[in-house]
């Protein structure tokens, strides 16, 4: 009697199941992440991110209910610098519309908390997940409760005896990029859940994708610190700044490292001038895995990355030219978050899939 080989890289009929299902509770995970960033996004640019001066991750998940409720939460505001200087004078019902922005916002990021740690309790017990990457779905909760807590402390930042008018852009930056980290580990765990028809590429093109990401994560910090300076707001020419292609005074704080956090002329330019690196990168390796791997999956998605940050200056530019109003503030971000994401496939489809655990002789004869 003939014995036919089994391909042990290629997941059985079982593990392909669980491997889908475990996908799709990821891609739900992601999508609530990036649903996150746009509304905190959404709650920067509303000015709302320090409007509810607590936090309650239990409790807080109910609004104020009754007109008593209201007041209190609405004097709690009041407090705080935000309120004395830029806001004196709100009225309840303007309040209302900036705290449901950051309701909204934490609503959002206790939702994903208890998708991630109950999905992962779902499939551990159930004993879907496979030893090879048991680990990484482990980190997906914890990650985003590290998550929620720096949320809270660049909240924070804007609370209290603080003269800050709205958050550090220090601890926003992070808060962001701390964000982008999450969708990048759980965009890399998912995809590594896929079936691929291409081989990986090979190590030279696998080391560029994953340097492309990074790109990307630098290129959102940057712009995170151009968002938390409002310095999206002034210098709304392009391709010039301030009628010069390197405009004069990028140096003038002291001591010189404060320029590339804290003056709005240096930050813009830094993020201009990495923008095009990060395009030319894009080009470059573009190239590079048309000719190494032409026709394959691999050269398709290079390409494709390449429009995606392409369009992404261009709404970038137009952004800048508009300056910087709230639709086209999240629109940008959100491409930015897209860009991110299709980044961190492309790279994960040139390592390909994880390995497929060996079943157990009694799981390969209920197969």
């Not at 765990?189 to 990986?200: E, I, M, Q, W």
Request: net charge positive; aromatic share 10%; proline share 4%.
């Amino acid at each position: 009697m003939t014995m036919t080989a089994i391909d042990e890289t290629v997941p059985n009929a079982r593990q392909a199941r669980n491997r889908k299902m475990i996908q799709i509770w990821l891609y739900a995970v992601l999508i609530l992440c990036l649903a996150i960033v746009i509304v905190g996004g959404a709650t920067r640019l509303t000015g709302s991110g320090l409007s509810i001066t607590e936090w309650k991750p239990v409790h807080g998940v109910i609004p104020p209910i009754g007109e008593a409720e209201w007041q209190d939460e609405f004097e709690k505001y009041q407090q705080i610098a935000q309120y004395k200087v830029v806001n004196q004078g709100m009225t309840l019902s303007q309040f209302k519309g900036i705290f449901w922005w950051e309701w909204a916002h934490r609503l959002l990021a206790r939702l994903v908390g208890v998708i991630a740690l109950f999905g992962l309790i779902w499939f551990w017990a159930t004993k879907r997940i496979e030893k090879t990457f048991l680990p990484q779905l482990i980190a997906v909760p914890v990650i985003i409760a590290i998550q929620g807590a720096i949320g809270w402390w660049m909240v924070a930042s804007g609370l209290g005896a603080s003269d800050l008018t709205s958050v550090s852009q220090y601890r926003l930056a992070i808060h962001l990029v701390t964000a982008c980290i999450v969708v990048i580990f759980v965009t890399y765990v998912s995809r590594g859940l896929a079936d691929y028809s291409d081989k990986p590429a090979n190590r030279s093109i696998q080391k560029f994708a994953g340097w492309l990401v990074v790109m990307v994560l630098v290129q959102i910090y940057l712009g995170a610190l151009v968002a938390g300076l409002h310095a999206g707001k002034v210098y709304n020419t392009w391709p010039l700044m301030d009628g010069q292609l390197v405009p004069e005074g990028l140096l003038a704080d002291q001591p010189t490292w404060r320029n590339f956090f804290e003056n709005r002329l240096t930050v813009q330019f830094v993020h201009r001038c990495f923008a095009y690196l990060l395009l030319l990168a894009a080009l470059v390796h573009a190239l590079k895995v048309e000719k190494l791997a032409s026709g394959t999956t691999h050269a398709r998605r290079a390409m494709l990355l390449l429009l995606a940050i392409v369009v992404q200056a261009i709404f970038g530019i137009i952004t800048l030219l508009l300056e910087a109003p709230i639709s086209w503030g999240l629109i940008h971000q959100g491409v930015a978050l897209l860009v991110l994401v299709f980044a961190v496939a492309h790279w994960r489809a040139t390592k390909g899939a994880y390995p497929v655990e060996k079943p157990s002789k009694k799981l390969s004869d209920e197969n």
